[in-house]
């Protein structure tokens, strides 16, 4: 099976823009998860998607927020861009029966100059 | 949710046998162990889980003492490829972390020529 893929690998963007990341999970999962990844916080939990529904959220404000599609295709959107947003963003599928293993995508590397 | 304690960095060289161990007292009936590795800049790979005993597989062995206190993965033979921050996690079975994995700092591992 192919594995994740996230789309694009990088991005550079500029303060007060907006950016729209892909991730297509491993076929036949439906869960997508989202995390963002700082050299300063590690690794950090976004939200995750499961039947198209959101079914979990982290502590991230409201300027982050995502979609999934009957696919299983997930978007992540982050509004108003700032300096602080600059980071890899991750995106894992997960099988929902039986044990949670959740594979990981490439990234994106997002630069917000 | 069961915290888990490893340590910040380790050090090896060339065609060592590396052991990481893991410290995770609060672990619950239901959970799991997983181990993930990650390169800079790419996402955490998968490369081992298991509940208890042994569980080896083609790139590590993984060792669950009867307790379940603690784990400990063994990484055979180490080469400069295998420099990489190795994170322990423990996760319930069942669908139950609704897609949220909490990640520790991982643990530094380099190799040496």
């Known amino acids: 099976k192919a594995g994740v893929t996230q789309t694009p690998r990088y991005l550079i963007k500029t303060r007060g823009q907006q950016v729209t990341l892909s991730c297509s999970p491993i076929s036949g999962h439906r869960s997508v998860s989202w995390y963002q990844q700082t050299p300063g916080q590690g690794l950090q939990f976004l939200f995750e998607y499961f039947s198209e529904t959101q079914r979990n959220k982290g502590n991230f404000p409201g300027r982050f927020s995502g979609r999934q599609f009957s696919n299983s295709r997930s978007e992540m959107n982050v509004s108003t861009l700032e300096l602080g947003d600059s980071a890899l963003y991750l995106c894992?599928?997960?099988?929902?029966?039986?044990?949670?293993?959740?594979?990981f995508g490439p990234g994106t590397r997002l630069t917000v100059l | 949710l069961a915290k888990t304690t490893q340590p910040i960095s380790m050090d090896s060289y060339e065609g060592q046998e590396v052991n990481i161990t893991c410290s995770h007292n609060n672990i619950a009936t239901n959970d799991y162990i997983t181990w993930y590795q990650q390169f800079p800049s790419q996402g955490p790979r998968f490369i081992i889980q298991?509940?208890?005993t042994k569980v080896t597989n083609e790139v590590a062995s993984l060792f669950i003492p009867a307790d379940r206190k603690s784990s400990t993965l063994s990484l055979p033979r180490v080469s400069l490829s295998d420099t990489a921050v190795y994170y322990c996690l423990v996760g319930r079975v069942g669908g139950s972390t609704l897609g949220r994995l909490y990640f520790g700092r991982g643990t530094q591992l380099t190799v040496w020529p």
């Open positions: 298991g509940y208890k």
């Open positions: 894992a599928s997960m099988e929902t029966s039986g044990i949670d293993t959740q594979y």
